[in-house]
């Protein structure tokens, strides 16, 4: 039999066996954390080098934003006074104290203007000729490195290229004082743990040290500072510092000028608390196993049963159960109960929550779907009906065109007011078309020229009406890859609204230029031009400037916007550019330039048709709306055709069992039977001996399209129509009859 142990000894083990690993599991919990701790400061440490770098950008970017703003001097262009320029830098200087000078240098290096000097007398030869060099090759900003003055003081040196014409005429530069540099490092004051911070320049030179500064500024750097840093963007590693100790140093290398910021501290501060806690993590677990040892297994089931019903409650909260009743007499697990008893209600409220939200959400997409649909359904439907009404009276302006020869003064107004208001309209259907995507461009090689021509062609009443003179210089051989009628779309509303914006006896000029696979049309004027303010939104949609009273300029204000859609939608890019008000306006057109040869294209003739009247044709026309009807048929009989009418698809097929139209022109909202119908009935009824189908309808949308070709219609065309298309259509079903006609008795 075995003796038996006493109780204090048992209990003594188990506390033994439960705080042992206790206390290793916390010496090596300690050790990672004071690793983490480590990572931590050192991250922190290179947080603040970053920091250091992005200000001292943006102090350097700020220096190269005020001398660009004085390098857009007027005086610096052509013919400008550098004796003035000279006192406009003078009081540019006079607001940066710690800038030494403004110097005015040549390309090459030669001093014109030094605000440190007396006008006309510049010091000999640029401060630091490299960066010089830098400037003019890259056209761009260039920072320099510490430099002695030769007043005896360190600075560099911050130029900017002066660019006229697309040269670098001049090179202005900022001789700035390490000070501006300094007063960044120190800004704000150090953090407690940091030693001092440093910025070297590209030559590996101190230009600012926050610790004995007048000791090393303008000294090299460390050898070992200059091998971790040369090469590299950022980074730590340890070092010695000029005073010789040791030291951790993180680095940054800055974005603008390429100078290295630096951030140094002791080493002892970092290594010095990890080992503190570890000592201290040691001496409190013996202190534990020793106090602890005594209480232990007493302790041990009583905090075993509480333990595991918070556990219990716990997992219920997780897997979204209702918490069990608990009762407990330890403080602590009492108020752990009752947290995650709060907590299992936050859970329930804020799933609830998010259920309503949700549906709030698909309630909300819901109705924006809606809208958007109702919104196109009522832009299709406002283009249709304001088609029908300008259909009837372009036709009875085209009848008087014929008649007379000419439109007198108020039906030529009419006539002009008139197209204005198709072209709105035009434009409304297409902003929505292109807003959703349904655009579809036919795309193939063609000349530039071609292109602008027939936008000018379209145009060049605005620019009569006005007086202004147009001056078109596109050579030929300039090709691109586009929709033509697109593009024409585009060209057209650049040159309308350089009409619009260019008071009466102003000039307007179209030009291009070449540039690699890309081609830049530009259309410049020296009309009202755009304010600053407007110009970031001018190819917004509803977007306009400042109109006079009586709104003569008109417009909706989405032709620009337009144009920006079809350009990107060719893979181009569209700008704008203004002086200012009352000071002009250009817009640039960018686009791909095609790889076909110009030698190789069809020459594309305009895609007006002209009325032929050589042979006239029966024609059918049929349209609910009286006036319509009358005057379309009145167009056709002036042009030489024969024409019956109809008002209703069942009269039409009336009219068709006693007349053999050869051609039908169909309006596609007819009452009882709409104009789909009434072709597919036409076509069922008289088979090969069925007329030409044209649809003629308010209706231009992609889908309108595929449904009337659909219906059996050979041509759809939307209202108003170009009527000379409309008699070539007609012209050529009437000399289709007549080639028939002529070639039945051969066959017989």
């Given at each position: 039999?075995?003796?038996?142990?006493?109780?204090?000894?048992?209990?003594?083990?188990?506390?033994?066996?439960?705080?042992?690993?206790?206390?290793?599991?916390?010496?090596?919990?300690?050790?990672?954390?004071?690793?983490?701790?480590?990572?931590?400061?050192?991250?922190?440490?290179?947080?603040?080098?970053?920091?250091?770098?992005?200000?001292?950008?943006?102090?350097?970017?700020?220096?190269?934003?005020?001398?660009?703003?004085?390098?857009?001097?007027?005086?610096?262009?052509?013919?400008?006074?550098?004796?003035?320029?000279?006192?406009?830098?003078?009081?540019?200087?006079?607001?940066?104290?710690?800038?030494?000078?403004?110097?005015?240098?040549?390309?090459?290096?030669?001093?014109?203007?030094?605000?440190?000097?007396?006008?006309?007398?510049?010091?000999?030869?640029?401060?630091?000729?490299?960066?010089?060099?830098?400037?003019?090759?890259?056209?761009?900003?260039?920072?320099?490195?510490?430099?002695?003055?030769?007043?005896?003081?360190?600075?560099?040196?911050?130029?900017?290229?002066?660019?006229?014409?697309?040269?670098?005429?001049?090179?202005?530069?900022?001789?700035v004082r390490p000070r501006a540099v300094a007063?960044?490092?120190?800004?704000?004051?150090?953090?407690?743990?940091?030693?001092?911070?440093?910025?070297?320049?590209?030559?590996?030179?101190?230009?600012?040290?926050?610790?004995?500064?007048?000791?090393?500024?303008?000294?090299?750097?460390?050898?070992?500072?200059?091998?971790?840093?040369?090469?590299?963007?950022?980074?730590?590693?340890?070092?010695?510092?000029?005073?010789?100790?040791?030291?951790?140093?993180?680095?940054?290398?800055?974005?603008?000028?390429?100078?290295?910021?630096?951030?140094?501290?002791?080493?002892?501060?970092?290594?010095?608390?990890?080992?503190?806690?570890?000592?201290?993590?040691?001496?409190?677990?013996?202190?534990?196993?020793?106090?602890?040892?005594?209480?232990?297994?007493?302790?041990?089931?009583?905090?075993?049963?509480?333990?595991?019903?918070?556990?219990?409650?716990?997992?219920?909260?997780?897997?979204?159960?209702?918490?069990?009743?608990?009762?407990?007499?330890?403080?602590?697990?009492?108020?752990?109960?009752?947290?995650?008893?709060?907590?299992?209600?936050?859970?329930?409220?804020?799933?609830?929550?998010?259920?309503?939200?949700?549906?709030?959400?698909?309630?909300?997409?819901?109705?924006?779907?809606?809208?958007?649909?109702?919104?196109?359904?009522?832009?299709?439907?406002?283009?249709?009906?304001?088609?029908?009404?300008?259909?009837?009276?372009?036709?009875?302006?085209?009848?008087?065109?014929?008649?007379?020869?000419?439109?007198?003064?108020?039906?030529?107004?009419?006539?002009?007011?008139?197209?204005?208001?198709?072209?709105?309209?035009?434009?409304?259907?297409?902003?929505?078309?292109?807003?959703?995507?349904?655009?579809?461009?036919?795309?193939?090689?063609?000349?530039?020229?071609?292109?602008?021509?027939?936008?000018?062609?379209?145009?060049?009443?605005?620019?009569?009406?006005?007086?202004?003179?147009?001056?078109?210089?596109?050579?030929?051989?300039?090709?691109?890859?586009?929709?033509?009628?697109?593009?024409?779309?585009?060209?057209?509303?650049?040159?309308?609204?350089?009409?619009?914006?260019?008071?009466?006896?102003?000039?307007?000029?179209v030009a291009t230029s070449a540039?690699?696979?890309?081609?830049?049309?530009?259309?410049?004027?020296?009309?009202?031009?755009?304010?600053?303010?407007?110009?970031?939104?001018?190819?917004?949609?509803?977007?306009?400037?400042?109109?006079?009273?009586?709104?003569?300029?008109?417009?909706?204000?989405?032709?620009?916007?337009?144009?920006?859609?079809?350009?990107?939608?060719?893979?181009?890019?569209?700008?704008?550019?203004?002086?200012?008000?009352?000071?002009?306006?250009?817009?640039?057109?960018?686009?791909?330039?095609?790889?076909?040869?110009?030698?190789?294209?069809?020459?594309?003739?305009?895609?007006?048709?002209?009325?032929?009247?050589?042979?006239?044709?029966?024609?059918?026309?049929?349209?609910?709306?009286?006036?319509?009807?009358?005057?379309?048929?009145?167009?056709?009989?002036?042009?030489?055709?024969?024409?019956?009418?109809?008002?209703?698809?069942?009269?039409?097929?009336?009219?068709?069992?006693?007349?053999?139209?050869?051609?039908?022109?169909?309006?596609?909202?007819?009452?009882?039977?709409?104009?789909?119908?009434?072709?597919?009935?036409?076509?069922?009824?008289?088979?090969?001996?069925?007329?030409?189908?044209?649809?003629?309808?308010?209706?231009?949308?992609?889908?309108?399209?595929?449904?009337?070709?659909?219906?059996?219609?050979?041509?759809?065309?939307?209202?108003?129509?170009?009527?000379?298309?409309?008699?070539?259509?007609?012209?050529?079903?009437?000399?289709?009859?007549?080639?028939?006609?002529?070639?039945?008795?051969?066959?017989?």
């Amino acid at each position: 039999m075995r003796r038996p142990v006493p109780l204090r000894w048992i209990l003594f083990g188990l506390a033994i066996g439960l705080l042992v690993p206790v206390v290793v599991f916390s010496c090596v919990l300690v050790v990672k954390l004071a690793r983490a701790d480590r990572a931590a400061a050192e991250d922190r440490l290179l947080h603040r080098a970053r920091t250091l770098a992005d200000a001292i950008d943006a102090e350097m970017g700020a220096t190269i934003r005020a001398l660009e703003a004085l390098a857009a001097s007027e005086e610096l262009d052509e013919g400008g006074d550098l004796a003035r320029f000279y006192a406009e830098a003078k009081r540019v200087h006079a607001t940066q104290p710690l800038w030494l000078s403004i110097v005015l240098l040549t390309p090459e290096g030669a001093p014109l203007e030094d605000t440190s000097r007396t006008r006309g007398q510049p010091r000999e030869g640029p401060l630091d000729r490299p960066s010089l060099v830098r400037a003019v090759t890259t056209r761009g900003p260039a920072i320099g490195d510490l430099t002695r003055h030769p007043d005896g003081e360190l600075a560099f040196a911050v130029r900017v290229p002066v660019i006229r014409d697309q040269d670098v005429r001049y090179v202005l530069s900022a001789v700035v004082r390490p000070r501006a540099v300094a007063r960044i490092a120190a800004a704000g004051g150090l953090a407690k743990e940091d030693w001092t911070r440093s910025v070297t320049d590209n030559a590996n030179t101190v230009v600012v040290r926050t610790r004995r500064s007048e000791e090393f500024v303008g000294r090299p750097a460390t050898p070992l500072f200059v091998s971790k840093t040369t090469g590299g963007v950022e980074g730590l590693f340890p070092s010695t510092t000029l005073e010789g100790v040791e030291s951790l140093v993180a680095f940054r290398r800055t974005a603008l000028a390429g100078w290295v910021t630096a951030v140094v501290i002791l080493r002892d501060q970092i290594d010095g608390p990890v080992r503190r806690s570890f000592l201290l993590v040691a001496a409190t677990g013996l202190s534990l196993l020793i106090v602890g040892a005594g209480g232990a297994f007493l302790l041990g089931r009583r905090l075993s049963r509480e333990i595991a019903g918070a556990r219990d409650a716990a997992e219920s909260l997780a897997h979204g159960k209702e918490l069990p009743a608990t009762d407990s007499s330890i403080d602590e697990i009492v108020r752990l109960n009752r947290a995650l008893t709060r907590s299992s209600e936050l859970l329930g409220r804020h799933e609830r929550e998010r259920e309503r939200h949700l549906h709030e959400v698909e309630v909300a997409r819901t109705f924006a779907e809606e809208a958007s649909h109702a919104k196109d359904e009522f832009l299709a439907m406002l283009g249709h009906e304001l088609r029908n009404p300008l259909s009837p009276i372009v036709a009875a302006l085209e009848v008087e065109k014929i008649r007379t020869g000419r439109l007198g003064r108020e039906l030529a107004i009419v006539e002009r007011q008139v197209q204005h208001l198709v072209r709105l309209v035009e434009d409304l259907v297409d902003i929505s078309r292109i807003t959703r995507g349904k655009i579809m461009l036919r795309r193939e090689p063609i000349e530039l020229r071609t292109v602008v021509d027939r936008a000018v062609e379209m145009t060049k009443p605005l620019f009569v009406d006005r007086g202004h003179s147009l001056v078109v210089d596109v050579p030929s051989g300039l090709v691109v890859d586009a929709d033509a009628d697109r593009l024409t779309q585009v060209f057209g509303n650049l040159l309308a609204n350089a009409a619009k914006y260019t008071p009466a006896g102003g000039n307007v000029a179209v030009a291009t230029s070449a540039d690699g696979d890309e081609i830049e049309l530009r259309v410049e004027d020296d009309g009202n031009g755009i304010d600053e303010d407007l110009l970031a939104r001018v190819f917004d949609p509803f977007v306009q400037g400042k109109r006079s009273s009586a709104r003569q300029e008109g417009g909706l204000g989405i032709g620009l916007t337009l144009v920006r859609r079809l350009v990107e939608a060719h893979g181009g890019r569209v700008a704008a550019s203004s002086g200012g008000v009352a000071r002009g306006a250009t817009f640039r057109v960018t686009l791909p330039r095609s790889a076909a040869p110009a030698a190789d294209l069809p020459r594309t003739e305009s895609r007006a048709p002209s009325a032929a009247r050589a042979i006239g044709a029966h024609v059918l026309v049929v349209d609910d709306n009286e006036d319509a009807a009358e005057l379309l048929s009145e167009l056709l009989a002036t042009a030489g055709h024969e024409v019956r009418c109809a008002h209703d698809g069942f009269e039409a097929l009336a009219v068709l069992e006693e007349y053999a139209p050869d051609i039908a022109v169909l309006d596609i909202g007819l009452p009882g039977m709409d104009g789909y119908e009434l072709a597919t009935r036409i076509r069922e009824r008289f088979g090969e001996r069925a007329p030409v189908l044209v649809a003629l309808t308010g209706y231009g949308q992609p889908n309108d399209r595929v449904q009337s070709e659909q219906a059996g219609f050979r041509h759809h065309l939307v209202k108003p129509p170009l009527h000379g298309e409309l008699l070539a259509l007609v012209a050529r079903a009437g000399e289709a009859r007549v080639r028939s006609s002529e070639a039945a008795p051969a066959d017989g």
